[in-house]
């Protein structure tokens, strides 16, 4: 992509001490994707499905390394929401499990997330 056009993605923080199952973790990061979409200004939303809507899962050890991350996004004015899960399957009602950040610019967001590593 060329310097006149800014790079999008939305970028999904979730937490490793719940140990969830795939399909849980799956859904968690569903939810946030969508909340995120959700809260993000129409026209960010348009360029980063255009640029093919980047998505981005990283890790944090736990609760507190998640709300620090949170709490970054929003003081820098980036959309930004965390999952609460609704505590029908594997863990109790309210736990929070991920937080999004964007659709936004990259360099953005990577202010915040650049150094927590990729959830494989």
Excluded: C
């Excluded at 620090?68 to 594997?90: C, Q, W």
């Excluded at 990259?106 to 202010?111: A, C, L, P, V």
């Amino acid at each position: 992509m060329g310097s006149e056009r800014s790079e999008y993605k939305q970028v999904i923080i979730v937490r490793e001490d719940l140990q969830l199952s795939k399909g849980k973790l799956a859904v968690q990061v569903a939810h946030a994707a969508i909340l995120g979409y959700e809260i993000s200004d129409r026209s960010t939303r348009e360029k980063w499905k255009l640029e093919g809507q980047k998505k981005i899962v990283l890790k944090v050890k736990n609760l507190e390394n998640l709300m620090r991350i949170f709490d970054m996004a929003r003081k820098n004015g980036l959309p930004s929401a965390y999952v609460k899960d609704a505590g029908l399957t594997e863990i109790p009602p309210g736990t929070i499990t991920a937080v999004v950040i964007g659709p936004e610019r990259s360099d953005r967001i990577d202010k915040i997330t650049g150094s927590l590593p990729l959830l494989k």
